[in-house]
Antibody
Framework: QVQLVQSGSELKKPGASVKVSCKAS????????MNWVRQAPGQGLEWMGW????????TYAQGFTGRFVFSLDTSVSTAYLQISSLKAEDTAVYYC?????????????WGQGTLVTVSS | EIVLTQSPATLSLSPGERATLSCRAS??????LAWYQQKPGQAPRLLIY???NRATGIPARFSGSGSGTDFTLTISSLEPEDFAVYYC?????????FGQGTKLEIK
């Protein structure tokens, strides 16, 4: 079945970097764009942007430029989110989600989420 | 950017009752709206896409309706496992937005 499996929780100090992985299985990895969504503690869902899995071209939502980088390794069907110069406010669960195209576009499935905690 | 406003913020109902959740867009999104369910500690799960189509494996008690700017998610008869947070989502101009969520809690 189609599945996205993310890397485990991370505890980082302010100023450090983190790289979250999202491994896809059960479908052709380059057939669907991969999106990233952030959920701060007790808050709603915030779309961070997406990466074209054919070209590797990323698109970042407003507020997610500069310190956030999306990348791919198509040889292992994996997408990555790297965040540099971590701040306390980056503490959140980060999800990858496959985009499905029909009349509209929606996310299915989602990875299980990766909790990134930034604390000194 | 299109803003999605969900109401109510919290809905308190009992099992067996009917739930009606609303999502209003700041401008027309045609029928390009999806609904997700999120339970505590879990990732969101797709329920409805293109406003009224149930995703694979979603029970028939879940239905979606609407077009343009006003959308509704209806759960015909609540089961205990339906108490969760529900989000609507749209895509336009190469960007996505989510509503702020409706928490469906047990009364």
């Amino acid at each position: 079945q189609v599945q996205l499996v993310q890397s485990g929780s991370e505890l980082k100090k302010p100023g450090a970097s983190v790289k979250v992985s999202c491994k896809a299985s059960g479908y052709s990895f380059t057939s669907n764009a991969m999106n990233w969504v952030r959920q701060a503690p007790g808050q709603g869902l915030e779309w961070m942007g997406w990466i074209n899995t054919n070209t590797g071209n990323p698109t970042y939502a407003q507020g997610f430029t500069g310190r956030f980088v999306f990348s791919l390794d198509t040889s292992v069907s994996t997408a990555y989110l790297q965040i540099s110069s971590l701040k306390a406010e980056d503490t959140a669960v980060y999800y990858c989600a496959r985009a499905v195209v029909g009349n509209g576009r929606w996310f299915d499935p989602w990875g299980q989420g990766t909790l990134v905690t930034v604390s000194s | 950017e299109i803003v999605l406003t969900q109401s109510p913020a919290t809905l308190s109902l009992s099992p067996g009752e009917r739930a009606t959740l609303s999502c209003r867009a700041s401008q027309s999104v045609s029928s390009y709206l999806a609904w997700y369910q999120q339970k505590p500690g879990q990732a969101p799960r797709l329920l409805i896409y293109d406003a009224s189509n149930r995703a694979t494996g979603i029970p028939a008690r879940f239905s979606g309706s609407g077009s343009g700017t006003d959308f509704t998610l209806t759960i015909s008869s609540l089961e205990p496992e339906d108490f969760a947070v529900y989000y609507c989502q749209q895509r336009s101009n190469w960007s996505y937005t989510f509503g702020q969520g409706t928490k469906l809690e047990i009364k």
